[in-house]
């Protein structure tokens, strides 16, 4: 068929709203029982209302019933909702609060019911020896209000389903706990540790404690608690992992890149003999995203991910020599890899993501001196009902390394329009549209793998790009540190920068550039439009802009935000309120809405405890008291992102329509 020509922007594609809702599954975790072998994952389903299924690899059956929604929300976000032992797969329910233990079909609860939902769990390990003793974090919102929800370690009987204390302090407002993990005797646990105003990536700590058990009352008791690694606000320690007994592996950035280390009751050191300028891991914005795995039941190499360009590399390491070797092989196209689980000897399951191809569960063998891998599908979550795209109809990443301002580099990635029905524009020289992404965290990563709202848009026509501005992870601490004082300065900047670089400039129409985000990215979208100290305001420099569930009033923002990012503002910003109020005036957009002559879009669930509805309809009664243009959208039962079928369809057709009136057919 003859390819046709159509403005960009307003080209014909089969990559649907619909088609991206309808059967739309993500794989938020891969789990191994240690002793039966099974795999599980958890698949969060859109056209469930976001539930989030335990499915088995081997009966291809969900563990729990159809109304259970294995999610936590810990810290608010999640994860470590989910473990197996010996043939019992454990998970917190998001529908009750309380912990289920499902064997051979039967289910059970394990914790007491509570009505109010007042206590939350997540994060378990399961006792080696005393198999039904699980220690996990405790979330207790007896006094529901950021400053005074605790937090802890606690041990679940699942026997008497009763739940007793483990470690707690009087401080538990300020303190939060991750990863527990026994060594293999289970005479010893450790953890992760940090508090306010830290975030686990700044200055995570690691706990050793030897573990007694009491035969009397069937309990767990520790003592000799020690800090073994990371330090408070300069030196983070993350998911540890016991070797043996008597080895602790981790991952630290006290090299400024997060490398593994290890502890032993000698020493504390590198595992590697020399720093590598790569991290090891991401950000735990969620529990239990482990990027690491031993490779042998002695725990001498492991299996690890880490991050080069913006994209996952694997690496065995020797633990024992230091030395570490790439994976390299044509079958390893996956760009990102997360949740890194030992199944057996060389053998481990990964959740992975490729550029042109929907995320996966995978299972993958090394064999050989040369450690071939190979990898195997264990479920992938492309569509089983909807009709296969056209061939060739997906842009691929093109990763940028960005020369801005004061010789700093911005890593970015671009993907062009791309349709194979089209040859190009019917407009003589017109360059594409394009949609800038902001990514949340902000101490967060926009990574390459395959998005059909991406390639929503440039089956259309529009270009689009994603910054992973100054603050982005996975580049090393520094840059993260480039935003600590400058949220909503150099982000912004950043963002401006890269649609003015000689690399984009000369792709794109860049007096049409869109600039879209969500969350911390949904901030930085309306500081660009907005704050006084933004060029982008000044000039309208972006064309139409979409503000998802993002910040717009830094001191409501402090005030109602929920317990794990309570504090996360105070460095962002250089200071309390108290200490530098003209800045939190002024890096709040709601100040400055009379600034906003961008076109601006706002879609914001009504259930949202991170960033609640009132940071959105205080821009909107701005932007509307200065007759300026801005449309709206509310969604009753979605929290922080959307999660069901028919909010994901809403908001992608509201994104696309704002664009064509504000931007595309605008000219």
């Given at each position: 068929?003859?390819?046709?020509?159509?403005?960009?922007?307003?080209?014909?594609?089969?990559?649907?709203?619909?088609?991206?809702?309808?059967?739309?599954?993500?794989?938020?975790?891969?789990?191994?029982?240690?002793?039966?072998?099974?795999?599980?994952?958890?698949?969060?389903?859109?056209?469930?209302?976001?539930?989030?299924?335990?499915?088995?690899?081997?009966?291809?059956?969900?563990?729990?019933?159809?109304?259970?929604?294995?999610?936590?929300?810990?810290?608010?976000?999640?994860?470590?909702?989910?473990?197996?032992?010996?043939?019992?797969?454990?998970?917190?329910?998001?529908?009750?609060?309380?912990?289920?233990?499902?064997?051979?079909?039967?289910?059970?609860?394990?914790?007491?019911?509570?009505?109010?939902?007042?206590?939350?769990?997540?994060?378990?390990?399961?006792?080696?020896?005393?198999?039904?003793?699980?220690?996990?974090?405790?979330?207790?919102?007896?006094?529901?209000?950021?400053?005074?929800?605790?937090?802890?370690?606690?041990?679940?009987?699942?026997?008497?389903?009763?739940?007793?204390?483990?470690?707690?302090?009087?401080?538990?407002?300020?303190?939060?706990?991750?990863?527990?993990?026994?060594?293999?005797?289970?005479?010893?646990?450790?953890?992760?540790?940090?508090?306010h105003p830290d975030m686990p990536w700044e200055g995570g700590q690691i706990y050793v404690a030897d573990v007694h058990y009491d035969s009397n009352t069937h309990t767990l008791?520790?003592?000799?608690?020690?800090?073994?690694?990371?330090?408070?606000?300069?030196?983070?320690?993350?998911?540890?992992?016991?070797?043996?007994?008597?080895?602790?592996?981790?991952?630290?950035?006290?090299?400024?890149?997060?490398?593994?280390?290890?502890?032993?009751?000698?020493?504390?050191?590198?595992?590697?003999?020399?720093?590598?300028?790569?991290?090891?891991?991401?950000?735990?914005?969620?529990?239990?995203?482990?990027?690491?795995?031993?490779?042998?039941?002695?725990?001498?190499?492991?299996?690890?991910?880490?991050?080069?360009?913006?994209?996952?590399?694997?690496?065995?390491?020797?633990?024992?020599?230091?030395?570490?070797?790439?994976?390299?092989?044509?079958?390893?196209?996956?760009?990102?890899?997360?949740?890194?689980?030992?199944?057996?000897?060389?053998?481990?399951?990964?959740?992975?993501?490729?550029?042109?191809?929907?995320?996966?569960?995978?299972?993958?063998?090394?064999?050989?001196?040369?450690?071939?891998?190979?990898?195997?599908?264990?479920?992938?979550?492309?569509?089983?009902?909807?009709?296969?795209?056209?061939?060739?109809?997906?842009?691929?990443?093109?990763?940028?390394?960005?020369?801005?301002?004061?010789?700093?580099?911005?890593?970015?990635?671009?993907?062009?329009?791309?349709?194979?029905?089209?040859?190009?524009?019917?407009?003589?020289?017109?360059?594409?549209?394009?949609?800038?992404?902001?990514?949340?965290?902000?101490?967060?990563?926009?990574?390459?793998?395959?998005?059909?709202?991406?390639?929503?848009?440039?089956?259309?026509?529009?270009?689009?790009?994603?910054?992973?501005?100054?603050?982005?992870?996975?580049?090393?601490?520094?840059?993260?540190?480039?935003?600590?004082?400058?949220?909503?300065?150099?982000?912004?900047?950043?963002?401006?920068?890269?649609?003015?670089?000689?690399?984009?400039?000369?792709?794109?129409?860049?007096?049409?550039?869109?600039?879209?985000?969500?969350?911390?990215?949904?901030?930085?979208?309306?500081?660009?439009?907005?704050?006084?100290?933004?060029?982008?305001?000044?000039?309208?420099?972006?064309?139409?802009?979409?503000?998802?569930?993002?910040?717009?009033?830094?001191?409501?923002?402090?005030?109602?935000?929920?317990?794990?990012?309570?504090?996360?503002?105070?460095?962002?910003?250089?200071?309390?309120?108290?200490?530098?109020?003209?800045?939190?005036?002024?890096?709040?957009?709601?100040?400055?809405?009379?600034?906003?002559?961008?076109?601006?879009?706002?879609?914001?669930?009504?259930?949202?405890?991170?960033?609640?509805?009132?940071?959105?309809?205080?821009?909107?009664?701005?932007?509307?008291?200065?007759?300026?243009?801005?449309?709206?959208?509310?969604?009753?039962?979605?929290?922080?992102?959307?999660?069901?079928?028919?909010?994901?369809?809403?908001?992608?057709?509201?994104?696309?329509?704002?664009?064509?009136?504000?931007?595309?057919?605008?000219?």
């Amino acid at each position: 068929m003859a390819q046709k020509y159509a403005p960009y922007g307003l080209w014909e594609s089969p990559i649907t709203a619909d088609a991206i809702a309808q059967d739309s599954v993500s794989l938020s975790t891969i789990f191994v029982d240690p002793v039966t072998k099974d795999i599980y994952h958890i698949e969060q389903r859109a056209s469930e209302g976001g539930r989030c299924v335990v499915m088995s690899n081997q009966t291809r059956k969900e563990i729990f019933g159809k109304d259970f929604n294995a999610r936590t929300r810990v810290h608010e976000y999640g994860g470590g909702a989910a473990i197996a032992h010996n043939g019992t797969v454990y998970s917190s329910n998001f529908a009750d609060f309380r912990v289920y233990a499902a064997k051979d079909g039967k289910i059970k609860p394990i914790t007491s019911e509570d009505p109010n939902k007042i206590y939350r769990y997540a994060d378990f390990c399961v006792h080696p020896v005393h198999t039904d003793l699980l220690v996990s974090i405790l979330e207790d919102h007896t006094n529901d209000t950021p400053r005074t929800v605790r937090n802890s370690l606690c041990i679940i009987n699942s026997t008497t389903a009763t739940v007793t204390s483990l470690v707690s302090t009087e401080d538990a407002e300020r303190e939060f706990y991750a990863a527990p993990t026994f060594s293999p005797s289970g005479d010893k646990l450790a953890w992760q540790f940090w508090k306010h105003p830290d975030m686990p990536w700044e200055g995570g700590q690691i706990y050793v404690a030897d573990v007694h058990y009491d035969s009397n009352t069937h309990t767990l008791s520790l003592s000799s608690a020690k800090l073994v690694a990371g330090e408070a606000n300069n030196i983070s320690a993350c998911y540890p992992l016991w070797a043996s007994n008597d080895k602790l592996i981790f991952t630290c950035d006290e090299s400024k890149f997060a490398n593994l280390w290890e502890y032993t009751q000698t020493c504390t050191k590198p595992v590697l003999s020399s720093v590598v300028q790569q991290d090891f891991c991401m950000p735990s914005w969620t529990l239990g995203n482990y990027s690491y795995a031993f490779l042998d039941e002695n725990g001498t190499k492991a299996i690890c991910v880490a991050w080069r360009g913006g994209r996952s590399v694997l690496y065995v390491v020797g633990i024992a020599t230091g030395s570490y070797v790439e994976i390299k092989d044509e079958s390893f196209d996956f760009v990102v890899v997360s949740n890194v689980r030992r199944l057996s000897d060389d053998t481990f399951v990964f959740t992975g993501w490729q550029s042109d191809a929907p995320g996966a569960a995978m299972l993958c063998t090394l064999t050989g001196p040369s450690l071939v891998p190979n990898f195997q599908v264990l479920n992938s979550t492309a569509s089983t009902s909807a009709a296969p795209f056209p061939e060739g109809i997906i842009s691929l990443p093109t990763p940028l390394e960005l020369k801005v301002a004061g010789d700093r580099i911005v890593y970015a990635v671009y993907y062009a329009p791309n349709n194979p029905a089209y040859a190009g524009s019917s407009i003589p020289n017109e360059k594409p549209p394009c949609v800038l992404g902001v990514h949340g965290g902000p101490t967060g990563l926009e990574t390459q793998n395959l998005s059909w709202l991406k390639q929503y848009f440039t089956s259309r026509g529009y270009a689009w790009l994603d910054v992973n501005y100054s603050g982005s992870s996975c580049y090393g601490r520094e840059y993260v540190e480039r935003l600590q004082g400058n949220w909503g300065i150099i982000d912004v900047s950043d963002c401006i920068d890269a649609v003015q670089s000689p690399q984009l400039s000369s792709l794109i129409d860049t007096k049409r550039t869109a600039i879209r985000g969500g969350s911390a990215g949904g901030y930085t979208t309306l500081a660009a439009i907005s704050l006084d100290s933004s060029a982008a305001s000044k000039t309208k420099f972006f064309a139409s802009a979409t503000n998802s569930y993002g910040v717009s009033n830094m001191e409501l923002f402090a005030e109602d935000t929920h317990k794990f990012e309570l504090m996360y503002i105070i460095k962002l910003l250089g200071g309390t309120k108290e200490e530098i109020p003209k800045v939190w005036h002024d890096r709040s957009p709601v100040y400055f809405s009379a600034n906003i002559r961008t076109p601006l879009l706002v879609l914001q669930g009504n259930d949202d405890a991170v960033v609640p509805p009132a940071q959105s309809w205080t821009i909107i009664e701005g932007v509307l008291k200065s007759k300026g243009h801005v449309e709206a959208h509310f969604f009753d039962g979605e929290q922080h992102g959307w999660r069901t079928s028919g909010t994901i369809k809403k908001a992608i057709e509201f994104e696309r329509e704002w664009y064509e009136k504000s931007m595309v057919r605008a000219t």
